[in-house]
């Protein structure tokens, strides 16, 4: 036909296509071992000289290819696979990235079964190759993006669950704050008459002619000055959880401290415990107040003792810990990385399960039986930490025993002296004509403040607010006063002082309260030169600080 092409006109549009392509033809010969490539295949392996032998072009494969080429062909040919397809490198090129061949060819075999033909193409697939190999990267690259940004996800959702936890466990310190706020005032107005009371019949006891009446009397006193006592450390140890506890810390030795508390433990854990402690050489100073850390051992012994109803033993030890970012920033509440005291009581009880200790430090949760426990012991210990600026941790186990570890911020200075904690033996009394103004908007309270510094010689004015005071402030003079902190009419005891001072310079100054709230108390501590006494007092504690102030 006239529309056809001939041969020369297809053997140059073959060639054109080769090269359009870059693909190379090829025949091999195989029993003879002879290659017949076209001229675009003998340019694609950079072969300027061929000598028709199968082997010289084996050779232009990339060696570390060769072993793999050579056995996939063989494979093939014992297969009797009909399609050869086998991708390689190709060496004896210029320097540069590696050039890919693919080959893809069809096997012709022999009556005996052996190849005889082998008829394919050869195509450069180094672009591709290079193609996939960028894909391949952005793909990891995109994987790896995906990865970081999911790391970043689950991190901002850590942030945010601790911030929800954080914030959680902050309400529930200001609702439990408020709750104990509104009842700690009242209660301790009303556990200062209860107690005064009972200290009055104390004092008076003595008096009485011996009889079976009076020894009745006197041991009912006591049972009852022993619950109110036990009344007025529950309410203390609602204010310890809610970090309102009024603290006044000071640099001191733990290791003192501790030793200094064991002959009281030893007694107080009774025969079937034994205690031992391990306290340790060079241990740093730290800051905190001795009297709730005390109360915080007494705490942890007692829960330790009750752990092991047959006996057992309670171990206290001291350590210098450093406290690092690895350890605090996964914790729920913010603790500073750094150095820190440690603290740790441990015992050989039945341990704790997980969602035990999860609990442990909620206020008023107990596995003691009903009537056992108030559920507030580690709670004071948790609040007392926390105010202090530290750290508390339980580890237990079933079967394990539980070990509460305290860490305390490690304080650079001297430790102060120990204060002197021996029981008065005679009520200090009044030094001449001395006089005092005692504020106090509870009329028992009052009469009952008045009454004891009476007793005790000095001259005694009254009033129940802020406004009051001054005025009586201004026709009198005045040695002490004595102000409750919590008071109707738009004053408190501070801005009373305040004012007070500012009428009278030098003027001495004894708050009480049952219930600090920010008006005495900041960041946990009283605020510098502010003297305090809680509610409720007995008549040796008011006598004691009284003439103390008054001495100053």
Known sequence: MSGAIGPSESAELLALAQEAGRVGIFEWQVQAGILQPSARFLALYGLAEFDGRYDSWVKSIHREDQLRVADLIETAFAAQSREMHVEFRIGGLPAGPPQWMEIRAVVFYGDDGQ?????????????????????RAFTEALEEAVKDRTRALEAENEARRKA???????????????????????????????????????????ELPQSPAAARVAR???????????????????????????????????????????????????????????????????????????????????????????????????????????????????????????????????????????????????????????????????????QSGGHVRIYSEIGEGTTVKIYLRRHVGEAEAAEDKGRQREAPRAIGAETILVVEDDDAVRAYTTEVLAELGYAVLEARDGASALQVLESHRIDLLFTDVVMPGGMNGRQLADEAMLRRPGLKVLFTTGYTRNAIVHHGRLDAGVEMIGKPFTFGELSARVRALLDG
């Open 115 to 135: 190849p005889v033909r082998v008829v394919g193409v050869s195509v450069d697939v180094t672009e591709r190759k290079r193609a996939m190999a960028e894909l």
């Open 220 to 386: 009912a006193r006591d049972m009852a000055l022993h619950g109110a006592q036990r009344a007025s450390t529950l309410t203390s140890r609602l204010l310890a959880f809610s970090r309102q506890q009024a603290l006044v810390p000071q640099a001191l030795d733990a290791n003192k401290l501790v030793a200094g508390t064991c002959d009281f433990l030893r007694r107080t854990l009774g025969e079937p415990v034994s205690l031992e402690t391990v306290l340790a050489a060079g241990l740093w100073r730290t800051f905190a107040d001795p009297n709730q850390l005390e109360n915080a051992l007494l705490n942890l012994a007692l829960n330790a003792r009750d752990a092991m109803p047959n006996g057992g033993k309670v171990t206290i030890e001291t350590a210098n810990s450093y406290l690092d970012h690895a350890y605090v920033d996964p914790l729920m509440e913010p603790v500073e990385a750094g150095q820190y005291v440690m603290i740790a009581v441990a015992d050989t009880g039945g341990g704790m399960d997980r969602a035990t200790r999860e609990r442990a430090f909620d206020p008023f949760f107990t596995t003691k039986g009903i009537g056992k426990g108030t559920g507030l012991g580690l709670s004071q210990v948790y609040g007392f930490v926390r």
């Open 164 to 206: 929800e936890e954080s914030l959680r466990q902050a309400q529930k310190m200001e609702a439990v704050g408020q709750l104990t706020g509104g009842i700690a005032h009242d209660f301790n107005n009303l556990l200062t008459i209860v107690v005064g009371g009972l200290d009055l019949i104390g004092r008076q006891i003595p």
